[in-house]
């Protein structure tokens, strides 16, 4: 699924116009972008967490040479899917 079709099926659901979903869901995604970046954690309950996480610096190995190279240290985001989100995926009924 891509973002049209999830802005088409949004709409859908909620029955509004598909450029309303669209600015939500734009919305929603720069709101999740901006407070991960400035360190924070974005929770949605039933879904799953934003957040996040430090990167050591490591060493590695370029493919085509086969030379070590210094991989600095870095922040990336993470994602961890809530117990709602993991129930559906796994094909089970979520308990009440």
Do not use: C, H, W, Y
């Not at 939500?24 to 970046?37: C, P, R, T, Y």
């Not at 490591?58 to 991989?71: V, Y």
Request: glycine letters at 10%.
């Amino acid at each position: 699924m891509n973002k049209a079709e999830l802005i088409e099926i949004a709409a859908k659901e909620a029955d509004i116009s598909k450029a309303a979903a669209g600015k939500a869901l734009d919305a929603v995604i720069a709101a999740v972008v901006k407070a991960v970046s400035k360190g924070d954690t974005v929770t949605l309950v039933g879904f799953g967490t934003f957040k996040s996480a430090k990167r050591a610096a490591r060493t590695g190995k370029n493919p085509q040479t086969g030379a070590t190279i210094k991989i600095p240290a870095t922040t990336v985001p993470k994602f961890t899917a809530g117990a709602g989100f993991k129930t559906a995926v796994a094909g089970k009924k979520a308990k009440k």
